[in-house]
Structures are given as structure tokens and as C-alpha cells.
């Protein structure tokens, strides 16, 4: 069975100042998760919030009842040393970690100066990790990064070790309001054809005038931070961006 339309606008482009409100409004308005972008400054060069940001946001969302269901916080980890942050996320009240697979294979945290952890990780080890702390895991590739460097995972046969989404980026991760990189669909066709029941999400440029697009390429998690925020009737791009997904 395909996967269901997932509308999760970007809080990175919500009014920082409110955004207890803006969450709870933006799943008033119809959007199935709200996507937290974390950005460490280093892994990008743009920094955000990390887990007390999360935990006063989430009293005012409902948890999902289900996993990857209404409510789900979406956890983008745009972030040196995924595996360092796993327990205080799970503990702020995040549902869905992704992680980035450059930052898990790279040896970054070690030769770092500023890092204070002399652990690194492995995509599998990771993804059994955060499943441990009762998270779902995703994991995301920068566009620069093949798509294939995630079969490895995606067909590990120890089922705690496959995640349970895939971020394909359509911009370099690091700022809202950039174009959608077109280029990028391929990857994802090519992950909907051998994977026709994964959760696929693409971020970056999606909006009404290219959600078509990712939506024929077979994505069916669409996030969206200045189409939606920056509308005067959020609700109606968000209706707009499912309509587009559910025709394909
Ligand atoms: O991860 C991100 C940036 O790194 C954002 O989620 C993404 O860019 C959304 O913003 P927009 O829809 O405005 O492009």
C-alpha cells in the first residue's frame, strides 16, 4: 500500500517569538506533523534551538496516537553529532529523529575542537539506538549525497536498524526560502520504485508551484516552511500541497 500525503510546514519560517502558538495553530490548520528544524552551526552554518525549545512546544501539539500520525514532531537534525543529542530529544518530547547520513559516517566529531564527545556512530548503530529511546528514525542525505548510500540500511534485515523515513533534501540544509533543486527527483523516483512503501519526505522550495513535481517523483512527505508561513490562508496551502500528493 502507498504511503498516505504527510503535510509538515517548517517552523524554521513560523514567528519565533510565538511559537507555541504557531504550532498548535499550523496543526488547527491541517498539517499532519510540524517539522523542527535543529541547526548547530556547524553542521550548517546557521543555528537554531535544540531540546527546551522542543519540550515547551510540545504541550502544545497532542502527541500522535499512532506512529507517524497527526501531531508527530519531526525532528530535522541538522547537526555534527546526531548520536550525542538522541536521549535529551527523546526526552523533550520528540517523535521522529532524523539524523543526517554525511554527520554519522564522518569522523567530524573527533578531530573537532568544540566537541565534547569522543563517540561516533554508524548509520545502523544509530538508527538501533534511537528506536531504543522510543523514537522513530529517519535519515536524510544533502543533495550533494547519492541516493544509494542508503540501501544499506534500507535493506538491513534486523528490522531496529531500518528507519522509518527518508529526508531527501531539494536545498543545501541551512536556511528557509531557497529554490527547489528539481535535480533532486530522480532520487526519489528511484527510492519509490524500490521502495514502494516508504515514507519519503522532501524539504526545501516546496510550495504549490512545485509540489507537483516531488508528488509525481513519488514523495509523499512534503515539508514546506515560507509557502506555508509566509501565506495569508496557511490552511489553504496545506490543503492545496495534499491534494497535490494524493493525485500524484
Ligand atoms: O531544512 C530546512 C532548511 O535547511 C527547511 O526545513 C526548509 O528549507 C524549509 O523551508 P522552505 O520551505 O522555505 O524552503
Redesign the pocket.
Known amino acids: 500500500m502507498p504511503p498516505p500525503a504527510v503535510i509538515a510546514p517548517?517552523i524554521?519560517?513560523a514567528d519565533f517569538g510565538a511559537l507555541g502558538a504557531a504550532c498548535s495553530e499550523t496543526i488547527e490548520n491541517g498539517a499532519d506533523w510540524l517539522?523542527i528544524?535543529i541547526m548547530d552551526g556547524h553542521f550548517?552554518p546557521n543555528m537554531t534551538f535544540g531540546a527546551p525549545v522542543v519540550s515547551k512546544l510540545r504541550p502544545h501539539v497532542q502527541r500522535p496516537k499512532t506512529a507517524l500520525g497527526k501531531g508527530t514532531f519531526d525532528c530535522?537534525m541538522?547537526i555534527a553529532e546526531p548520536k550525542k543529542w538522541v536521549t535529551e530529544f527523546a526526552n523533550a518530547g520528540c517523535d521522529l529523529y532524523t539524523f543526517h547520513h554525511e554527520a554519522a559516517i564522518s569522523s567530524t566529531a573527533a578531530s573537532d575542537p568544540v566537541s565534547t564527545s569522543s563517540e561516533q556512530t554508524n548509520p545502523k548503530e544509530l538508527i538501533r539506538f534511537i528506536h531504543a529511546k522510543g523514537m522513530l528514525a529517519g535519515i536524510a542525505i544533502k543533495p550533494d549525497t547519492e541516493v544509494e548510500v542508503l540501501y544499506e540500511v534500507l535493506d538491513s534485515a534486523v528490522k531496529e536498524e531500518v528507519p522509518d523515513m527518508v529526508l531527501i533534501m531539494t536545498?543545501h540544509?541551512?536556511?528557509?526560502?531557497?529554490s527547489f533543486l528539481e535535480g533532486m527527483m530522480p532520487k526519489v523516483k528511484t527510492l519509490r520504485d524500490r521502495y514502494p512503501e516508504l515514507y519519503i519526505e522532501v524539504?526545501?522550495?516546496?510550495g504549490e508551484k512545485t509540489i507537483g513535481r516531488a508528488a509525481k517523483a513519488g514523495a509523499n512527505v512534503i515539508?514546506?516552511?515560507?509557502?506555508v508561513f509566509g501565506a495569508p490562508e496557511p490552511g489553504r496551502v496545506i490543503g492545496a500541497l495534499r491534494r497535490a500528493v494524493e493525485v500524484g
Not at 540544509?173 to 531557497?178: D, E, I, K, M, R
Not at 524539504?203 to 516546496?206: A, E, I
Not at 515539508?223 to 509557502?227: K, P
Open positions: 517548517s524554521l519560517s517539522h528544524d550548517v530535522h541538522m536545498v540544509p541551512g536556511f528557509g526560502g531557497q524539504d526545501g522550495g516546496l515539508v514546506a516552511g515560507s509557502a
